[in-house]
């Protein structure tokens, strides 16, 4: 089994910045993408940004210039900073990541979610 365990969340003003890390544990061979999603109340889980074991990147138009997403494929971690936080970007945001585990099985794996509210 893999545990993803995010920290990082809070409350934060318009304008402000916060950092969310993510690591992962466990039954652990490799990791391949990582990423970042949220959700809002009463709105579907979106994707915030990804990136792959080559550290490719990938963000939401809605994020771009705002948010930057990297990983330590060392310690089996990935990080979200946020910058220019608005409003509307106040959500849980979820961890994700793709594991292969010593079966080498590739699987689906998230986290258990961090709030970041943003408000004055």
């Known amino acids: 089994q893999v545990q993803l365990v995010e920290s990082g969340g809070g409350l934060v003003q318009p304008g402000g910045s916060l950092r969310l890390s993510c690591a992962a544990s466990?039954?652990?061979?490799?990791?391949?993408?990582m990423g970042w999603y949220r959700q809002a109340p009463g709105k579907e889980r979106e994707l915030v940004a990804t990136?792959?074991?080559?550290?490719?990147?990938n963000y939401a138009d809605s994020v771009k210039g705002r948010f930057t997403i990297a990983r330590d494929n060392a310690k089996n971690t990935v990080s979200l900073q946020m910058n220019s936080l608005k409003p509307e970007d106040t959500a849980v945001y979820y961890c994700n990541a793709y594991v292969r585990g010593a079966t080498l099985i590739l699987s689906n794996y998230w986290g258990q979610g961090t709030q970041v509210t943003v408000s004055s």
């Open positions: 466990g039954n652990i061979f490799s990791i391949n993408d």
């Open positions: 990136i792959t074991k080559t550290a490719t990147t």
